[in-house]
């Protein structure tokens, strides 16, 4: 089946619906599409893929993770859709399948929400390094990177209702800071604020 994918249509391809046994000592490559299939978005690998359409789901309604692949799920669970899953290959090397798919997917002109180029790509790497640099950021500096990113991530998807929601949330904590810092001093209202938030919002670490 290598290689042979080429229009990216779906029809005929195993769609994952229910569990199902892992095969030992091979990878599932599998496609993300909307309910009506009408354009992949997301590719990946998974030794279990219902346990991952799961994970995808789940992460999906986690609202402190901020990715391009959850925002898209995000915005289709907000529209009542849910997303399916469909299986592109089966393997033994998932590296490769992975890499090559995503590069036959993007040849192809369709808009994946990945990041990455698959396997264990360089990109991979990055992003590893840049999220590991977020654990040195106070909670309010994570907060508001956050709303960017998802202000930025839904205007992108042209989800301009949340989009816009994410500016007014912007807006509110700028005011309450600056009402804070005029009240108490900017020093002394910032490790308040930090504090707090370190025992009301502990997923602000797991960014």
């Known amino acids: 089946m290598a290689g042979e ?14 569990p ?23 590719i990946g690998k998974a030794k279990n893929p219902w346990k991952r359409l799961l994970q995808h ?10 990715r391009h692949v959850t925002n ?19 393997c033994l090397d998932w590296e490769e399948a992975e890499s090559r ?7 192809a002109g369709l808009r994946l929400t990945n990041l990455a180029d698959g396997g264990n790509s360089l990109a991979h790497a990055l992003r590893a390094k840049k999220t590991s640099a977020y654990n040195g950021w106070t909670p309010i500096q994570k907060i508001i990177q ?17 989009a ?18 005029s009240r108490e001093g900017r020093r002394s209202a910032t490790d308040r604020v930090n ?8 997923d602000l670490f797991a960014l």
């Not at 990216?8 to 195993?14: C, Q, Y």
């Not at 199902?20 to 909307?34: N, V």
């Open 146 to 162: 956050k709303e960017r990113r998802l202000e930025r991530d839904m205007r992108r998807l042209g989800l301009d209702d949340i």
């Open 101 to 107: 798919w995503i590069d036959l997917a993007r040849r």
């Open 57 to 66: 789901r789940s992460l999906s309604n986690n609202r402190s993770i901020s």
């Open 20 to 42: 199902s046994k892992s095969e030992a000592g091979r990878f599932f490559i599998y496609a993300l599409t909307s309910s009506s299939c009408e354009e992949i978005r997301y």
């Open 72 to 90: 898209w799920l995000r915005g289709l669970i907000l529209e009542k859709d849910m997303p399916r899953m469909f299986v592109l290959e089966k």
């Open 195 to 202: 504090k707090m938030l370190e025992k009301r919002r502990p």
């Open 5 to 18: 994918y080429r229009d990216f249509d779906v029809s005929g391809l195993e769609e994952i619906i229910a």
């Open 164 to 181: 816009n929601r994410s500016l007014e949330r912007l807006a509110r904590i700028e005011r309450a800071l600056q009402a804070a810092y």
